[in-house]
T-cell receptor, first 115, second 111 residues
Framework: GAGVSQSPSNKVTEKGKDVELRCDPI?????LYWYRQSLGQGLEFLIY????????KSGLPSDRFSAERTGGSVSTLTIQRTQQEDSAVYLC?????????????FGQGTRLTVV | KQEVTQIPAALSVPEGENLVLNCSFTDSAIYNLQWFRQDPGKGLTSLLLIQSSQREQTSGRLNASLDKSSGRSTLYIAASQPGDSATYLC??????????FGTGTSLTVIP
């Protein structure tokens, strides 16, 4: 498909385990965002990648969270030693070229449940 | 931190009615304002993007306006249909890299 693809769509993990969430952006999109949406809450910015520039990590809630983007395409968000408060829907978005003035497209999200 | 507010939080209208959703933001120096819809358990679907140099955008029954000086945007939906039922989110992007989202308006269109 031509949209942003995220996997897995659902993930249930035990407290203390590490998880990896994957995002495949739209081909040719150089900007990539990760957001988190907790139940009944708004979208919380996590991290932003733009081309080969250093990522904006200002939204990562703790050092248990990290993300990388390999080859300027696929991105992986890793949560170490998961906690119950990490349970949320993790959304990835991409946009074309410079992030300013371009439309962002979101994936369907990964629903993470920490038990 | 930018504040984005959406009013009302929830709205219920009969099918066929025209309606307006409101979005206000604190920073007038925006680059973009984008409207999305979110269906339950789904991701966000982009509806309209208004760049800072524009005042409105139209797509089908949807029309979005932007007034930077007053820090407001509206999404107008004409002739509403049950399939329009969803949560509508606005997001503004300014000199930073991230989008700042409102908490959304939950719309129910009653057949």
């Amino acid at each position: 498909g031509a949209g942003v693809s995220q996997s897995p769509s659902n993930k249930v993990t035990e407290k203390g385990k590490d998880v990896e969430l994957r995002c495949d952006p739209i081909s040719g999109h150089t900007a990539l965002y990760w957001y988190r949406q907790s139940l009944g809450q708004g979208l919380e910015f996590l991290i932003y990648f733009q081309g080969n520039s250093a990522p904006d990590k200002s939204g990562l809630p703790s050092d248990r969270f990290s993300a990388e983007r390999t080859g300027g395409s696929v991105s992986t968000l890793t949560i170490q030693r998961t906690q119950q408060e990490d349970s949320a829907v993790y959304l990835c978005a991409s946009s074309l070229g410079d992030a300013r003035s371009t439309e962002a497209f979101f994936g369907q999200g990964t629903r993470l449940t920490v038990v | 931190k930018q504040e984005v507010t959406q009013i009302p939080a929830a709205l219920s209208v009969p099918e066929g009615e025209n309606l307006v959703l409101n979005c206000s933001f604190t920073d007038s120096a925006i680059y973009n304002l984008q409207w999305f819809r979110q269906d339950p358990g789904k991701g966000l679907t982009s509806l309209l993007l208004i760049q800072s140099s524009q005042r409105e955008q139209t797509s089908g029954r949807l029309n979005a306006s932007l007034d930077k000086s007053s820090g407001r945007s509206t999404l107008y939906i004409a002739a509403s249909q049950p399939g329009d039922s969803a949560t509508y989110l606005c997001a503004e992007q300014n000199t930073g890299n991230q989008f700042y989202f409102g908490t959304g308006t939950s719309l129910t269109v009653i057949p």
